[in-house]
């Protein structure tokens, strides 16, 4: 097996080679960073996915050393997050009781479909796939994701009890309950969330989620909050992720299989974007099909050792790569320090009250929202608002794998008609200017040839366009003027139906006794024509490489008795030999 098959299917073996001594010491450091980070998450992300709480560590200590193996970016750290697990609890949770043996069961089969989907993906070579999903798609489901999270933990924080339901019919229960409101269990709540607002302000290198968990159990313990309702999570048994097999029958399949694409796709958003954002940075070129194998291989591994879906997290990444991570051993060095941990300190989790993680929770959901980004999209564009807005509104609203489906669809559709319309620009050369460029003759009042149009497509040209661009040329046929010339070099691209277009427009201006020409084409749109053999019919002479060109070989078809008589003579050519123009 020669180096470089070895190499993608190792991909490790790229960087394994740059460890030093003095790598380790920075991916250590990094690594224990990211260890204590993870903790409060990985707890409170589990409850958000229905899951018991260590299955929120178990996903931290697999996912991410399959990921960092597998994956192309150096600083990317995977894991459990708040939208997959969202995700993972609004899929599973209308089948078994959340924390249940049958939940547990269907998330780790769920996950396992999800992983295998990913991966499949990555060797289709689909990276390019994220790219048809909009920032405007992105922003709106996780800032939906974000209200759904708050709106789910308000029960923990405000001791109140919420029926399972609908987006609006947990807020009526809310409201109706809300006098019965658990000051206790408030206080705690706001202490840890306030507490972690402080810590980050002011102590930024301290951890401020584990703080923050210190302080609502200290407070708790100090208030005696057991004894007034408080309700704690429970001690952590102090184990590794034990190896089961998912059971995945045809059952579960049906039901979980449309979930499990959502989850990939939105794990496989995630994941790449942080990637390349953190690249960005860091001037690391990323794979997208290798993130989406390493995405893909972590989540079938996870599967099996009782990990439920991951994805790329912007927080343990961001700070990853902060902390000085040089090396993807940050991400193994963590997953392995957390293990340690979680031996060390899992009976301390037994004073852990829910309030705290409520608390906590509710500032991970106001974080995942883009204030920014909305912002910039309400002034930028009308069209990424309406996107915005119905994603935002279908993740309240609806199913959230169908969310992300007409998210994407509404991009589309949006992106469709604006490329469906690609603008036929009439030009001429400009008299006033030396180099007699050619120019929109609606911008600039310039004289055009009665004998010939000259005008610019831009955009592509291809099924959904050519009913506009047919309607366009056919309009451009005045009176006496018997040729038209295309430039051709803002056509991005053509199709059948683009060249079965200018087949016909081409048979049209011969019938009116001239013809179509081209110049400035693309490259691909020329071997286009020529392979499916629309160049032939429409003329191997009607093609040119320049205007300059084009304009002599056109020039020699024209009418010359209506040249002579000609007042405007735009073209050096009719100058030269009839004279300025009168």
């Known amino acids: 097996m020669n180096q470089k098959v070895l190499r993608s299917i190792f991909p490790f073996l790229n960087w394994i080679g740059d460890i030093n001594s003095r790598t380790l010491k920075a991916d250590a450091v990094a690594g224990l960073t990211g260890a204590i980070i993870v903790l409060p998450q990985g707890i409170a992300f589990a409850e958000i996915a229905g899951m018991p709480p260590i299955y929120g560590l178990y996903t931290a200590m697999i996912t991410p050393i399959i990921a960092a193996l597998w994956g192309s970016s150096k600083h990317l750290i995977s894991g459990p997050t708040t939208a997959i697990s969202l995700v993972v609890f609004s899929a599973v949770s209308a089948l078994a009781e959340p924390k249940s043996a049958e939940f547990i069961g269907l998330v780790l089969a769920i996950t396992l479909l999800a992983g295998v989907i990913q991966f499949v993906l990555g060797l289709a070579r689909m990276g390019t796939l994220v790219n048809y999903v909009s920032h405007s798609v992105v922003i709106g489901f996780t800032a939906g994701a974000a209200v759904l999270i708050a709106t789910s933990q308000l029960k923990h924080v405000l001791g109140v009890e919420v029926p399972g339901g609908e987006f609006i019919e947990k807020w009526h229960h809310l409201m109706a309950n809300l006098p019965d409101t658990n000051l206790y269990v408030l206080l705690i709540a706001m202490v840890t969330l306030v507490t972690a607002i402080l810590v980050k302000r002011f102590l930024p290198r301290v951890p401020n989620l584990l703080m923050a968990m210190i302080v609502g159990g200290l407070l708790t313990y100090f208030i005696n909050g057991a004894a007034h309702g408080v309700s704690l999570v429970g001690e ?21 299989a449309s979930n499990a694409f959502a989850i990939a796709l939105l794990g496989l958003i995630e994941a790449v974007a942080i990637a390349k954002s ?3 940075k860091s001037h690391q070129r990323i794979d997208g099909n290798q993130e989406f194998i390493g995405q893909g291989l972590s989540n079938i591994v996870g599967s099996f050792f009782s990990c439920y879906a991951g994805s790329g997290s912007f927080t343990r990444s961001g700070v990853n790569y902060t902390a000085g991570a040089k090396t993807p051993m940050a991400a193994i060095f963590a997953a392995v320090l957390l293990m340690l941990i979680l031996l060390l300190i899992a009976p301390l989790t037994a004073y852990l009250p829910i309030p705290a993680m409520g608390g906590i929770i509710l500032l991970v959901a ?70 007699r460029s050619f120019v929109n003759v609606e911008r600039k009042l310039n004289m055009t040839c009665p004998q010939l149009i000259v005008c610019r497509i831009d955009g592509p040209l291809f099924f959904g366009a050519v009913n506009k661009v047919s309607d366009d040329l056919s ?12 430039i ?45 053999g629309y160049k032939k019919v429409i003329g191997e002479d009607a093609f040119f490489e320049t205007k300059d060109e084009a304009i002599r070989g056109i020039y020699a078809r024209l009418d010359k008795d209506k040249c002579a008589v000609c007042e405007p003579r735009i073209f050096l050519e009719c100058r030269n030999e009839f004279g300025a123009k009168r």
């Open 278 to 280: 953190i690249a960005s």
């Open 236 to 256: 952590l048994p102090s184990a590794l992720p034990p190896f089961a097999v998912p059971d995945i029958n045809l059952a579960n399949f049906e039901h979980l």
């Open 475 to 486: 309009e451009l046929l005045g009176k006496e003027e018997k040729h038209l010339l295309v």
């Open 366 to 435: 106001y974080n995942l929202i883009d204030w920014h980004g909305i912002k910039h999209i309400f002034k930028a564009s009308r069209r990424e608002t309406v996107v915005f807005l119905i994603t935002l509104l279908s993740t309240l609203f609806l199913e959230l794998e169908f969310a992300i489906y007409i998210g994407v669809i509404f991009s589309l559709i949006f992106y469709l008609q604006s490329t469906s319309n690609p603008r036929v620009v009439t030009v001429a050369p400009d008299q006033t200017d030396k180099k």
């Open 488 to 532: 051709g070099n803002s056509i991005s691209l053509i199709d059948m139906a683009g060249a079965e277009l200018f087949e016909q427009q081409a048979r049209f201006w011969q019938e009116q006794g001239g013809g179509l020409y081209f110049c400035s084409l693309r490259l691909q749109v020329r071997e286009f024509l020529e392979r499916g």
